[in-house]
């Protein structure tokens, strides 16, 4: 009897640590790295090979998930005073730091080799670039000052770059339209943040985060730097289509969401509310991926 209470005991830990492994992932901000990998690479690429589209997809989301993972690790202490990331797996105990560095190790190593072997080698190194940034930089930054939203853009941008250099030949190039869908990543990226962290404001102040663009949080510098950077973001999202990489119903879907985007930074400026930033916040969800197919959709067809 001891020894079936036993056995059940070891399986319920062991599907425990899975499962805390897999929240250490962050699965679903993944997942959305992936697709924005994945569509990049069938906008650029002139053929497809499946060998190129799973390596995007599991070295991809290997190389996110080792970013998250050591992300949380750092800031396991930090984590334990939010609402927001204390039942996260650190925090709680259900796995260790030795635990987790182990595993997001081999993500991170079995994610960059997979992407320099079964797409080039280009590709691997931004992968693990992007590890480096994310982990060691736009980490302990987010402590000192606000501009490590900026430093975070980067990694946060460079799985367009992924799948732009796994469509390229030999060791891998970055082409200038590679560049364009990458600055249209990057920009997007300063609203989104921004929504979120005024939304999630009084969590960061007790862990000392400095994500809000001003020091005074939620004031009048914030929302104009959050309405610039929006509509900044308006031309730059129709580059392509003025160097002629896609056509005008591309352009013409793109600009419709710059102006839904642009309506949303504007109300967030006029309103100063937590819930008109929500908004903005799920509205940079819905902006970034159908910008990105309606690019790819419109490069391949020049609609």
């Known amino acids: 009897m001891q020894t079936a209470q036993h056995i059940v005991n070891t399986e319920t830990i062991s599907y425990s640590k899975i499962q ?3 929240k250490l992932t962050k699965f679903t901000l993944s997942a959305l790295v992936v697709f924005s990998a994945i569509i990049t690479y069938f906008t650029v690429a ?3 090979t499946w060998q190129h589209v799973m390596a995007i997809c599991v070295g991809g989301f290997l190389v996110t998930s080792a970013a998250n993972g050591f992300n949380q690790i750092i ?14 797996p650190l925090p709680t105990g259900n796995l260790s730091t030795g635990e987790a560095f182990v595993f997001c190790t081999v993500c991170g190593v079995t994610g960059t080799v997979l992407l320099w072997v079964f797409t080039n080698p280009l590709s691997g190194i931004v992968g693990f670039i992007s590890i480096i940034l994310y982990a060691l930089v736009y980490t302990p930054l987010k402590k ?7 430093v975070g853009a980067f990694p946060g941008a460079f799985p367009t770059l992924i799948g732009a250099v796994a469509a390229t030949e030999g060791f891998g190039n970055i082409t200038f339209f590679a560049l364009l869908l990458f600055f249209i990543q990057f920009f997007w990226q300063f609203p989104h943040f921004w ?4 939304v999630s404001h009084d969590d960061y102040q007790r862990a000392g985060f400095f994500m809000l663009p001003s ?3 939620r004031d009048k510098i914030t929302r104009s730097q959050i309405l610039i950077y929006t509509m900044s973001l308006f031309p730059l999202a129709l580059t392509p289509y003025v160097f002629g990489y896609t056509g005008w119903v591309s352009a013409a879907i793109v600009s419709f969401m710059g102006f839904l985007f642009s309506y949303q930074a504007y109300n967030l400026y006029r309103t100063s509310t937590i819930e008109a930033a929500r908004k903005l916040m799920f509205g940079s969800f819905i902006y970034l991926p159908v910008v990105q197919l309606a690019l790819m959709v419109g490069h391949k067809f020049i609609l």
Do not use: C, H, Q
């Open 144 to 150: 000192v000052t606000p501009f490590s939203v900026f």
């Open 215 to 217: 020091k005074g949080g």
């Open 20 to 22: 805390s492994l897999f």
């Open 75 to 88: 800031e396991k202490d930090l984590d334990k005073l939010m609402n927001r990331t204390k039942l996260r």
């Open 46 to 48: 002139e053929s497809y």
């Open 195 to 198: 929504a979120i962290a005024w």
